[in-house]
């Protein structure tokens, strides 16, 4: 949905090009808007950036720098015309298009590195950065309110094993499938983190340990039902603490849901 959402501004940024060379035009040669034509190159990149993530190269900023670099130079010529040169016409397109270009291509790199500085680049999910920020704003939001928040640890039983036998690619896969189901069980205010090669966190908000023991249940049912569809012989093991307030900081309420992951993980095994 998100990337839908910015699928939809593209046009916007042509409206604002638009925009911007109308009133480039109406100022005339006196008055120069000539510098906004750097803010759609700078909004195309940083949706480019993000729809990209990190796994294909987006042309959007260049496509954008393009236009604005011919919108400027018709607009110029027209206010100047007709003693406007058409090979100064054709070298200001050609300079200003590369100028739009690198600066869209800086901006997008900017945008990618500020983005995946909270996020794991193979899932998506955010990293422990991420995690630890919203941890400790959620502690003090329960601090205030009163009310309980739980923290989930799960790891990827058997894991090692379906990537020895199946190859990283398919060990990646299912990264991204428990990603995938880890999302769809969550909600916007809760954070989905993966800390580690096959461990990810889930804090959960305003929620008790009922509530959190449900959560945990239908995160359990659909990674058996993907499981089973692709043919993965791994299963989850989730350990859950559900607290209240800061007594206790992120790295010891995590050690607590690390136990009783384990002790679940032993329980299988046994």
Not at 54 to 78: C, K, L, N, Q, Y
């Amino acid at each position: 949905m998100a990337l839908k959402n910015m699928f939809w501004r593209f046009p916007l940024v042509i409206v604002e090009i638009i925009l911007i060379t109308i009133w480039n035009y109406e100022a005339g040669m006196f008055y120069s808007l000539d510098v906004l034509y750097c803010l759609p190159v700078i909004q195309a990149a940083r949706i480019g950036a993000i729809r990209s993530m990190r796994h294909s190269d987006t042309h959007a900023s260049t496509w954008v720098g393009v236009i604005s670099a011919v919108s400027w130079s018709v607009a110029e010529a027209i206010v100047i015309w007709p003693s406007y040169p058409l090979s100064a016409f054709a070298m200001n397109i050609f300079s200003r298009s590369v100028t739009f270009t690198v600066l869209g291509r800086v901006v997008a790199r900017l945008w990618k590195e500020r983005e995946y500085s909270r996020k794991d680049a193979l899932t998506e999910l955010a990293n422990r950065l991420e995690l630890t920020e919203r941890f400790e704003a959620e502690q003090g939001r329960s601090e205030r309110s009163g009310s309980p928040y739980s923290l989930l640890f799960m790891d990827i039983d058997q894991f090692k094993k379906l990537n020895d036998s199946r190859g990283h690619y398919v060990g990646d896969a299912a990264l991204k499938a428990i990603a995938e189901i880890l999302r769809d069980n969550s909600r916007s205010i809760d954070t989905t983190a993966r800390i580690g090669g096959d461990e990810f966190v889930l804090l959960f908000p305003e929620t008790n340990q009922y509530i959190c023991e449900i959560l945990v249940k239908r995160i359990k049912l659909a990674a058996e039902k993907k499981f089973q569809a692709e043919g993965w012989a791994i299963s989850l093991s989730i350990g859950h603490v559900t607290v209240t307030g800061k007594e206790r900081n992120f790295d010891e309420i995590l050690h607590e849901a690390d136990e009783k992951m384990y002790s679940i993980k032993k329980q299988k095994l046994a």
